[in-house]
């Protein structure tokens, strides 16, 4: 893993007050995103717009395509043009992404997706917020496949996990998602970036072989492939058929049993590497809340609560929600009464957190169908419920 | 040719090809290898620089295309090609990049994709060969279906309305059409040669038969009589008006060279007009800065 | 911890007034301030708000629930939202576009004729800079040095000197007001932490 130090051009290095849909974009140029291709849809657009304002002066591209469906093709192709490439949308438009998320899954495609989460199903509630993607960014095209996913609970957040989602990207070769929502989206606070040689970031895997010795699908001790990019005359080819190292389409069980595991077991086997966490109090805790975004500074108001009532309560705060942290879950819930999982939504990452509880401990639930956050109140009731 | 690729006899447009992939998937008779072997051909005559030259297919028999071309080359999702294309076009604006796909992929599920670039005269060749039909599927009625032609899900013959092509690029933006049928080989390469060699949104239909269904559903022969059958149903008129190339069952075929002006693409747009709003604060687009 | 909104109707440069004001809170003043606004078709309505929570510590709950000072700047706004103001909060409305209804619990009520003060300096579009130097001087919540600071980038550079003269005549008026307040004791009422 080659690392590099940010070019100045992208960054704008100051105390700003921004919301957070502009922090992701000012998290990208800095990160060394160049390319930036999608569609309007609220509460995403903002994002969208401060591209089309700054990108124009770094010596990048600003594209807004037909639909989300050709904004994140156009990203596929801009990543193998060598390009760092970022989209961002919001409910529906992520439901029309599923089908080329696919695509970069198979392809080993660097790229980042930020979603900016509204209530859902369907219309839902375009300017209100949820957190109902959770599970959609992990299982929502189909196949056998893994990913990364951020979760930031302020716009400072949205501007370095916007960064720290490209460095991902480059390192494991896989498309990483900035899960946030339309409270942190839509809401403005001090972000301070930093100089741009404090910013570090990671080189693509950048393949440096004979011409005619190149796999693009063959994996490093590392388990990742290395790269080319269109136009360096290596004529490889790639496909979103099932497909052997050379990338040639291989239609048959044995060629699936070695390509599709190979997706899925680089992120897991990994994961201890990707996976961030901010855990508070667990050690003794009889209670553990797990919340992500902005539902876990929600929470915090309520924990605090608990605490004075002298219920022993731990947070656990998801940075990373995808791939999940299934050891420090396990091992936890042989210590503890029961875990408390707020989350906007009916619950999604809370059965994640049941499955790898493994029966040791109860999940409870504290859901919220979006358009609004938590009430703190609630999850005081849950966390108090849960230490009887 | 080099000497010692005459030695083993081997075709000139091998090296173009990806050997260790052939045989192909196309059934025998099919039109889309011969598309290839024109398309190829004009690689080879036009000299352009193969190491700049990416092709990009979507889904379908002919999306298969990308697979056997020896250029950097993606095989995507349904539809998609065209997308794809625009965004590798636009990460590295050096690249000739050319979409090789068919008329499902490009008109039926990528319409949108395909009008749109066409409007901002997006600078890719777009290849679309047209059989009539979902042949990958098995032969489903199609956006290009003839009326009253037979298909798998239109058992009883066709009644929608199907697109004429070259009019609905025209009409969306399209700096250069063309239309030929698979037989046209030197037509074909001729107009793949001028699309490489131009800057500018390039369609080239290519009128191309599926033996193994819509042909043999609707009785229209195999094999060469085929090719032949469609060949000979053609009539050259360059400059035709594009309204006028409709497309009826077992009727006469239009092919030519229809349109072909100069106009900015995208990318000179985008660089003349926000060099011209930012001055110096705009950077101008040229390409990979690396 | 002190929650604020600003409302008026859209057009007035609401939700410029909750980012300007945060911006100063946040940048300027080390407080920290988290602003937030009603966003689609559904806030476009006449009655349009911006919300801004500030701590000297992290905001955990983003959003306003019952606010210590409620800024008006036309009738509907007033009308929608004076209910949810606390009863010892602060009331600060356009003279000329509100009537308010009788005082209710403690709030103390000001009011300013932002909107005909900025006629009178050039430009009714300014209003909102006028209420908000008003704003400075009565709730003392921020510094009137980190507003004029943060107002760089959120007002059109040519417009800057009037945007900050408009502030100026606000932030006047307010000190003259809180001068004039016959009880010294009240006039000196800060905002609760």
Known sequence: ?388 | MKEEDRREGKNPIENLLRMDRIPHIWCPGCGIGVVVTSFAEALRKSEIDLDKTAIISGIGCTGRVAGYVKLDSIHTTHGRAVPVATGLKLANPELKVVVFSGDGDIAGIGGNHFIHAARRNMDLVIICVNNFNYAMTGGQVAATTPISANASTAPFGNFEYPFNLPYLAEASGATYVARWTALHLRRVTKSVQEALGRRGFSFIEVITPCVTLYARRNRLGDGLNLLKYYYEKSEIQHGADTKTLDISYQGKLIVGKFVDKDKPTFLDCMNEHLGKVLGDKYEPYGGNHD | MTEIRFSGFGGQGIIRCGLIAGKALSLFDNKQATMTQSFGPEARGSACSSQLVVSDDRVLYPYISAPEILVSMSQEAYDKYEPELREDGLLLIDKDLVKPKPPRGKIKSYSIPSTRFAEELGNRIIANLVMLGFFTAITRVVSPEAMKKALPGLVPERFLELNKKAFDKGYEYGKKILAEEKKPKTSKQKVKK
């Not at chain 1, 970069?104 to 509630?125: D, F, H, K």
């Not at chain 1, 239609?251 to 994961?271: G, Y």
């Open chain 1, 1 to 388: 893993m080659k690392k590099v130090k940010a070019d100045p051009k992208g960054v704008l290095t100051g105390a700003h007050y921004l919301d957070g849909d502009h922090a992701l974009a000012e998290g990208a140029l800095a990160a060394g995103c160049r390319f930036f291709a999608g569609y309007p849809i609220t509460p995403s657009t903002e994002t969208a717009e401060r591209f089309a304002e700054r990108i124009p002066k770094v010596g990048g591209v600003f594209i807004q395509m037909e639909d989300e469906l050709a904004s994140i093709a156009a990203l596929i192709g801009a990543a193998w043009g060598g390009k760092k490439v970022m989209t961002v949308t919001s409910g529906p438009g992520f439901s029309l992404m599923m089908e080329n998320i696919g695509l970069a899954c198979m392809l080993e495609t660097p790229l980042v997706i930020a979603n900016v989460q509204r209530g859902g199903p369907s219309t839902g509630l375009p300017t209100l917020t949820g957190q109902q993607d959770m599970m959609q960014v992990k299982w929502g095209s189909h196949g056998d496949y893994e990913i990364i996913a951020l979760s930031p609970d302020s716009p400072q957040e949205c501007f370095d996990l916007c960064i720290e989602a490209f460095n991902l990207s480059e390192i494991y070769r896989v498309p990483s998602f900035v899960m946030t929502d339309e409270c942190v989206g839509h809401m403005h606070e001090k972000v301070v970036i930093p100089p741009a040689e404090e910013i570090e970031l990671v080189e693509r895997k950048w393949y440096k072989g004979p011409k005619d010795k190149y796999l693009p699908f063959k994996p490093d001790e590392d388990m990742i492939p290395f790269m080319v990019k269109v136009g360096d005359g290596y004529h490889f080819h790639v496909t979103g058929l099932t497909h052997d190292e050379r990338g040639y389409p291989v239609i048959n069980a044995e060629c699936q049993n070695v390509c599709v595991p190979h997706l899925v077991d680089k992120i897991n086997m990994n994961a201890d590497k990707i996976i961030k966490l901010e855990e508070d109090e667990t050690d003794n805790a009889e209670i553990i809340v797990i919340s992500y975004g902005i539902t876990s500074r929600v929470t915090t108001r309520a924990v605090r609560k608990a605490r004075k009532a002298g219920i022993k309560v731990g947070t656990i705060r998801l940075i990373t929600v995808w791939p999940f942290p299934e050891k420090r879950i396990k091992e936890l819930a042989k210590k503890i009464k029961a875990f408390v999982v707020p989350e906007i939504n009916y619950g999604q990452v809370v059965y994640e957190v049941e499955r790898c509880a493994f029966g040791q401990a109860p999940a409870i639930r504290v859901p919220h169908c979006g358009g609004w956050v938590h009430d703190p109140e609630d999850i005081f009731k849950a966390i108090k419920e849960a230490s009887k």
